[in-house]
């Protein structure tokens, strides 16, 4: 099974997911096609015929074992059309109106051709795609032999996605004169010359006709059929044969890089996921939704433009020997084309099961002159190590086990009066250690009820020798924190154990499985298909998915809801409530928790570090309300140089406040300096805690909770 989340996938395969020494999805081995046949222009791509003996297969597996039970028929195939016309223009930018028209007669022929295996439909639209790009580039070359005028007050829509597709040709030109114009203006805020801009962009755009000419049938059938599941979930996949072996090495948990997740996405390669225990993670100043724009080796190789580059090219740079230095040029998520970028340096490492290890550290703060030990516990991911277990070692790593071990640290170093577990950016795991994981805590009883394809429902439950620790717990989520991470921090809200502190989690309630193709053929056949099997319930009988669990006291996120999260990507299974299991639960208090969340709030009133934070996301906010930037290369510039003014502000005020040197200029601001905020305001609001009365008179009781009374929460999601 799988509990990891995936991101909103804006484009498929053959701009598909990859991870850096990790998975790498996409990789054309040759510009090969059989024989055109019925619809197909001489010389397009067309399905193998391996291929054509493969869908009927998957279309099989996705209606014979998805949890939704939704045949492929003609209701089904208008939002696949949809979903493969998206995935390869999700811009709008390509395509012309009168394409699409023409396309219309194949709407209702997805359906069908899945089951036959005659899908030269969709290999048709695609042809047209590939001719459509070849002239948008070639028009873009052109483009770059006249200087345009920079005195013009035009501007530029780099957000189509809801826009129209063109209706003439001039249209077309007139979109991409912007665009390219836009692309210039990019370039020349970093300083460079006309001259040398357009000869970068030149490179770029001549990187992207090479590429073209390199995909293969297996890339073009790999974004049909992931458009077939992304129907039925975001979270079921095909892995064409090479992508299932690079999924093979992710399980590994054995591989060289610097620990991140990618796609490539209009062009741009963008983080999708920080794995635990890589540099990335450790470095801490990539985060989720980046963009990775310029790579470059060592401490002063020259930085390459990776724009327009295929996704596996660009995995392939930044690659290398375990103790070599790579460095990132970084566009920060949610930031407008031209905003300044950030360089970031890291050194590759592999990324193992000891690296993403659970970890501690404690933080005494003063109340009323009394000091107080918060510990904390950072879990980056539900681990464990199976072949240690497998082996029978009764101590083989695993996020339960090293987190009881972490306990028994921090009372064997004197004890702590208050835990914080920190499971920001965890996007799950192993399903039995969430359950191990909130047995640390609880006594015993149900965990999480799960129910399967079949409908049959499983509470999931373990023996326990009672809990490893009873003191005060905040659990401290974002909207990243997935699945197991989400059954956990479930658990610990109903049954009253603990405060959940942060941001609303991610919403992933569902179960996969992956279903290798060789299963169902006689010969050998490789490939597998990921496939949502079932879902997870809270002992409430509540869902967690699409609504994820939220915090008892909030605090603000750099992370976007609009952009992350299960509620943002199409097709999500809805939430449900089934039955709640009986269960005892401590007695809620809820007047400590209003009170907690008051003190935090007046506390941050005061706090620099809180608001440099707020500051910043307010900034943050502003950039990703933009749709449109200026053409004028004058008006631009002053924007860049107060965007640059208004940060040097933001940080230099904080460092003044904590007694840090000033930064003299925006170059010099250092990612890695910045403060966690979020996890200083956790610690304070446990000591808050500790410190009042209420909290350290009032013994917790255990109550029965029978199904029939449960806490109950209505509405739509």
Not at 323 to 351: D, F
Not at 508 to 522: A, E, F, M
Not at 635 to 644: G, H, I, P, V, W
């Amino acid at each position: 099974m799988s509990h990891t989340p995936r991101p909103r996938r804006k484009t498929l395969a053959p701009f598909a997911l990859a991870a850096l020494g990790l998975l790498a999805l996409t990789a054309a081995s040759s510009t090969g096609a059989p024989a055109a046949t019925g619809l197909l222009p001489e010389g397009a791509l067309g399905p193998t015929p391996q291929e054509r003996l493969l869908a009927p297969r998957i279309a099989s597996i996705l209606e014979q074992n998805h949890y939704r039970h939704i045949a492929i028929d003609d209701k089904f195939s208008p939002m696949v059309f949809e979903r493969f016309l998206t995935g390869l223009d999700g811009q709008h930018s390509y395509f012309l109106a009168s394409d699409v028209s023409g396309f219309e007669r194949y709407r209702t022929k997805f359906g069908d051709m899945i089951h036959t295996g005659e899908m030269d439909p969709a290999y048709l639209i695609f042809s047209v795609f590939q001719q459509r790009n070849r002239e948008r580039i070639n028009y873009a070359l052109k483009l770059l032999d006249t200087e345009p005028d920079w005195t013009l007050d035009e501007s530029f829509n780099f957000d189509r996605e809801h826009t129209s597709w063109p209706a003439t040709q001039a249209e077309m030109d007139e979109l991409w004169r912007l665009r390219v114009k836009n692309d210039a203006i990019t370039q020349m805020l970093t300083g460079k010359s006309w001259s040398e801009s357009a000869e970068l962009l030149r490179k770029r755009y001549q990187r992207v006709l090479s590429r073209l000419d390199k995909i293969s049938p297996e890339d073009v059938f790999e974004s049909l059929m992931n458009a077939y599941c992304a129907v039925y979930d975001p979270h079921s996949n095909y892995f064409s044969p090479r992508s299932s072996e690079e999924y093979r090495i992710q399980m590994s948990l054995s591989y060289e890089g610097i620990g991140a997740s990618l796609q490539l996405t209009d062009d741009y390669i963008s983080v999708t996921n920080i794995l635990p225990g890589g540099p990335a993670a450790a470095d801490g100043s990539i985060k989720p939704n980046d963009r990775i724009t310029g790579v470059a080796q060592g401490h002063d190789g020259p930085m390459t433009d990776v724009i327009g580059w295929r996704l596996d090219d660009v995995v392939q740079q930044i690659r290398g020997k375990i103790g070599t230095i790579v460095r990132l040029q970084i566009l920060p998520a949610g930031a407008t084309p031209g905003t300044a970028e950030r360089i970031v340096e890291l050194t590759r490492n592999k990324v193992t099961l000891d690296n993403q290890a659970a970890k501690k550290e404690v933080r005494t703060l003063q109340r009323d002159g009394h000091p107080y030990k918060i510990g904390i516990i950072t879990v980056p991911s539900f681990y464990n190590d199976m072949d240690a277990a497998s082996g029978g070692d009764a101590n083989n790593r695993s996020t339960t086990h090293d987190v009881r071990r972490l306990l028994q640290e921090l009372a064997a170093g004197g004890g702590i009066d208050a835990l914080v577990l920190d499971l920001r950016g965890d996007g799950g795991g192993y399903l039995p250690e969430a359950i191990g994981l909130t047995h640390l805590f609880i006594n015993h009883g149900p965990v999480v009820q799960l129910r399967d394809t079949a409908g049959q429902l499983e509470v999931l439950d373990e023996p326990d020798p009672g809990p490893a620790y009873t003191g005060p717990l905040a659990v401290l989520v974002d909207r990243t924190s997935a699945s197991a991470s989400e059954i956990f921090s479930g658990a610990i809200q109903d049954y009253h154990r603990g405060v959940i502190i942060g941001q609303t989690t991610f919403g992933k309630g569902t179960v996969q499985s992956v279903i290798p193709l060789d299963r169902w053929s006689s010969r050998p056949t490789e490939g597998q298909v990921t496939v949502t099997i079932g879902k997870f319930y809270r002992v409430t009988g509540e869902s967690t998915q699409l609504r994820g669990v939220a915090p008892d006291i909030a605090l603000p996120s750099p992370i976007s809801t609009e952009d992350v999260g299960e509620s943002v990507l199409e097709h999500a299974l809805p939430w449900d409530r089934i039955a709640a299991v009986p269960f005892r639960a401590l007695v809620p208090a809820p007047s400590l928790v209003q009170a907690l969340a008051g003190d935090e709030s007046a506390r941050a009133m005061h706090n620099a570090d809180y608001q440099w934070l707020l500051a910043s996301l307010t900034s943050l906010d502003s950039a990703r309300q933009e749709k449109t930037l200026s053409l004028n290369l004058k008006k631009r510039q002053q924007e860049r140089t107060a965007q640059d003014l208004a940060r040097l502000t933001q940080e230099n005020t904080r460092r003044s406040a904590d007694g840090l040197p000033a930064w003299k200029t925006v170059e010099d601001i250092s990612i890695t300096d910045e403060p966690d905020v979020i996890l200083a305001q956790a610690s304070d609001i446990m000591a808050d805690a500790v410190a009042s009365d209420v909290n350290r008179n009032a013994p917790a009781v255990a109550q029965q909770t029978p199904a029939a009374t449960a806490r109950d929460k209505t509405g739509s999601p």
